[in-house]
């Protein structure tokens, strides 16, 4: 499976300001995600990354707050912007080649916000 | 999409026991359903998956059991070990879905 690379591993932030976080892979692959995993908590999908074009965003996540680019086939990055307590969290990336297909995930950016 | 769940929060078992984790969803369009596991500081990996047309998949020391009639999917570990204690996640996507929803997880302790 692809090799992905997330950075930075994890943060400490202050609240209204943003972050960027960096995925990596070391193939192309057709879908890019991104997740959120809450403190003890599953994994909730915040948006699909479309190569070339805008991110598709799940219900409760918005473009404003979380703006994705993905350049190319092995590239992407997730901002959390005007951060605040509540957005601490990991932030996961993950790649698939389709439906029914398992995707393989990195190891997550730890962001705590003070 | 609807809500992908797990019967237990958590399960402590002895080492050299087999394991059961349990999951149950609600979405009859499910076709497709995947177990990952995840380490304290890693991400989710993938431990083996099953597609709707089969009722049963043996992985090494793993197998995935899915009933659709009462919408109940389970990882059995064979012979657990120390290594085996995690978070366990099931998932699952509906017919041409590229979008995975997953369950609340199991945390699995194995006792020495």
């Given at each position: 499976s692809a090799v992905i690379s997330q950075k930075p591993s994890r943060d400490i932030c202050q609240r209204g300001t943003s972050l960027t976080i960096q995925c990596q892979v070391d193939s192309q692959v057709t879908m890019m995600f991104w997740y959120r995993q809450q403190p003890g908590q599953s994994l909730t999908l915040i948006a699909t990354a479309n190569q070339g074009s805008e991110a598709t965003y799940e219900s409760g996540f918005v473009i404003d707050k979380f703006p994705i680019s993905r350049p190319n086939l092995t590239f992407s990055t997730l901002t959390v912007s005007?951060?605040?307590?509540?957005?601490s969290s990991i932030y996961l990336c993950s790649v698939g080649p389709g439906a029914s297909q398992p995707q393989h995930f990195g190891d997550g950016t730890r962001l705590s916000i003070l | 999409g609807e809500s992908v769940g797990l019967h237990l929060p958590t399960l402590s078992v002895q080492e050299g026991d087999n394991s059961i984790i349990n999951c149950a969803y609600?979405?009859?369009?499910?076709?497709y359903f995947i177990w990952y596991k995840q380490e304290s500081g890693k991400g989710p990996q993938f431990i083996i998956d099953i597609r709707s047309n089969m009722d049963k998949r043996q992985g090494q020391r793993v197998t995935v059991l899915l009933n659709k009639t009462v919408k109940h999917l389970s990882l059995q570990i064979a012979?657990?070990?120390?290594?085996?204690s995690a978070v366990y996640f099931c998932a699952e996507n509906g017919a041409n879905d590229y979008k995975l929803s997953f369950g609340a997880g199991t945390t699995v302790t194995v006792r020495a």
């Open positions: 005007n951060m605040s307590p509540e957005d | 609600s979405n009859s369009a499910s076709d012979a657990t070990q120390p290594g085996d």
